[in-house]
């Protein structure tokens, strides 16, 4: 759904399984930190509400969103947790370096989604502008991080029912 008719931060906390039992890794990139630590910290606000124990909440940070697919790969293999939030910000620019970036990260999480067990939840924004992304963490549209808390939830709840 587009952001611009949904605000990122909107959900009914009834519909959200609780994570008590539930173990997270959230991978998070350095570039653009000032908007990528306002995803972190509403994914995992929404991780704490929802009852997932801080000691169950892995976060490693990368260099850029480019390293995200390798390090939740990583962290799947190591850390065995219940789902891997990836927490990144490309913002567009003069050249075709924005292009590149975005295809290898979609792909990237893509891939983790078809060969692992866990669910990897793509929480990587892609805008033209600052403004944009201001907007989408924390800003007038809300915040994606918020977002892939519930939706790695959601999933880990849903992987327990079909696989475990």
Same mark, same amino acid.
């Given at each position: 759904?587009?952001?611009?008719? /949904?605000?990122?931060?909107?959900?009914?906390?009834?519909?959200?399984?609780?994570?008590? @039992?539930?173990?997270?890794? #959230?991978?998070?990139?350095?570039?653009?930190?000032? #908007?990528?630590?306002?995803?972190?910290?509403? *994914?995992?606000?929404?991780?704490?509400?929802?009852? @997932?124990?801080? +000691?169950? $909440?892995?976060?490693?940070?990368?260099? +850029?969103?480019?390293? $995200?697919?390798?390090?939740?790969?990583?962290? *799947?293999?190591?850390?065995?947790?219940?789902?891997?939030?990836?927490?990144?910000?490309? #913002?567009?620019?003069?050249?075709?370096?924005?292009?590149?970036?975005?295809?290898?990260?979609?792909?990237?999480?893509?891939?983790?989604?078809?060969?692992?067990?866990?669910?990897?939840?793509?929480?990587?924004? @892609?805008?033209?502008? #600052?403004?944009?992304?201001?907007?989408?963490?924390?800003?007038? /549209?809300?915040? /994606?991080?918020?977002?892939?808390?519930?939706?790695? $939830?959601?999933?880990?709840?849903?992987?327990? /029912?079909?696989?475990?």
């Amino acid at each position: 759904m587009a952001t611009n008719l /949904k605000n990122l931060s909107e959900f009914d906390p009834s519909t959200v399984p609780s994570s008590e @039992t539930m173990r997270f890794a #959230i991978v998070v990139s350095e570039w653009n930190k000032e #908007i990528t630590e306002s995803l972190l910290k509403g *994914a995992y606000d929404v991780l704490l509400k929802s009852g @997932t124990a801080a +000691g169950n $909440i892995l976060v490693e940070h990368v260099p +850029g969103s480019f390293e $995200i697919p390798y390090a939740a790969k990583l962290l *799947a293999e190591k850390m065995k947790p219940d789902a891997v939030i990836c927490l990144g910000c490309v #913002i567009q620019g003069e050249t075709r370096h924005f292009d590149f970036i975005c295809q290898s990260v979609t792909h990237g999480i893509t891939e983790l989604n078809l060969r692992y067990p866990i669910p990897f939840i793509f929480g990587i924004l @892609t805008t033209k502008n #600052i403004e944009q992304a201001r907007e989408r963490a924390g800003g007038q /549209k809300g915040n /994606k991080g918020v977002e892939t808390a519930v939706v790695a $939830i959601k999933m880990a709840a849903m992987r327990r /029912k079909f696989v475990d």
